[in-house]
């Protein structure tokens, strides 16, 4: 039995060599490199190419090298076999820490201090007064994300597909309670994950639920925002900045509106990034527990696609 790593677009030979090291009686290879497809019961992906998983008989398991899975089933043909993703306390961390920034980024008035400086402007302004925040999505990364803002006093919202209680947090579920969960919130942040129910959900009818003069931020996916609205939302005061980490199509196309759009601050997709000794050890224990004939770890439930 091997394990095939299908990671486009970066040296793997790190990642191989430590994996081989883990797993010193299996063969660890780099797709399209492998020597003999009918052996690989294991693939290790992110952003597998379409057609990538199929072409491999005998895979029992597909561990996902991040915590979103989306990439995954934009190949209709992916296999039925099991998909764990990567569920840790250090990436959870990672985001809060991004998110701790922008949001005192946005409290402190940074973005408006940095156009400013460009005009050399020399004008104090005391900080803006967010107190509420929501958070769209309570899995592992929003319920960490909403505990650290409740932890700093912010009054806090969270959105989810199923109901949820969480202390000190209101939660709101499913598409009717969306308008109830933003209405107060002076900054809304986006954890949900990108499926076939969140693709463009953040559409005009949406930005029109949120508050006046609210800030957005995107650290899930592209795609559950409609560009075009959330531009309109921006250039009609609706919505006073935005920061983005995520787009439709990465990197973000150097001709798309968003790069110069005054009230946009972007980053390139750095929000949270995976942890490799992390994903090493959860690659290492899910193998040898699909070995054993146990489920793995951190399963995704594929009819819900997250
Ligand atoms: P989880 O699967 O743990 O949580 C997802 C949350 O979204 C859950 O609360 C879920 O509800 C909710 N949700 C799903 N579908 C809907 C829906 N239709 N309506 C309302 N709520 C919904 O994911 P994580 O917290 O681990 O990660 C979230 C996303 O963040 C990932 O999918 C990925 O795309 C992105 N990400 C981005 C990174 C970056 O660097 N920018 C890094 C890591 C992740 P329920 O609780 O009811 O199931
Ligand atoms: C992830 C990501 O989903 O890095 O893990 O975006």
């Known amino acids: 039995m091997s394990i095939a790593l299908i990671i486009p677009d970066r ?7 430590r994996l081989q ?4 009686q299996t ?12 052996q690989v019961s294991f693939a290790l992906v992110w952003k597998p190419p379409v057609g990538s998983l199929s072409s491999l008989p005998n895979l029992n398991a597909i561990q996902c090298f991040g915590a979103g ?6 190949d209709k043909a992916v296999p039925s076999v099991p998909i764990a993703r990567i569920i840790d306390d250090r990436l959870n961390q990672t985001m809060v820490n991004y998110l701790d920034a922008i949001v005192s980024h946005y409290r402190l008035r940074f973005d408006r201090f940095s156009q400013q400086q460009q005009q050399q402007v020399w004008k104090p302004k005391s900080p803006r007064k967010l107190a509420n925040i929501c958070i769209l999505g309570l899995g592992e990364l929003g319920t960490a994300a909403a505990k650290h803002f409740v932890s ?5 919202s969270g959105w989810s597909r199923r109901a949820k209680n969480l202390s000190q947090i ?3 579920h499913g598409d009717a309670e969306l308008a109830m969960a933003v209405a107060e919130a002076d900054v809304v942040i986006c954890l949900l994950p990108l499926t076939a129910q969140t693709e463009n959900l953040l559409d005009a009818q949406a930005f029109a639920k949120f508050k006046n003069d609210s800030i957005f931020i995107n650290v899930a996916r592209g795609a559950i925002v409609d560009d075009q609205a959330l531009i309109a939302a921006l250039n009609s005061g609706k919505l006073q900045a935005a920061c983005l980490d995520v787009f439709r199509q990465e990197p973000l196309p150097t001709d798309h509106p968003f790069w110069q759009h005054p009230a946009i601050f972007i980053t390139p997709h750095i929000s949270a990034v995976t942890n490799i000794e992390s994903a090493i050890e959860q690659t290492v224990i899910n193998y040898q527990r699909q070995q054993q004939g146990l489920a793995m770890l951190n399963l995704i439930d594929r009819t819900q696609g997250y």
Request: hydrophobic share 45%; proline share 5%.
């Open 11 to 17: 040296d793997l030979t790190d990642l191989q060599q």
């Open 21 to 24: 090291q883990a797993l010193p």
């Open 27 to 38: 063969k660890v290879e780099i797709w399209p490199n492998v020597t003999e497809v009918e």
């Open 69 to 74: 899975v989306d990439a995954i089933f934009l």
């Open 152 to 156: 700093l006093g912010y009054k806090v």
């Open 170 to 172: 209101s939660c709101y």
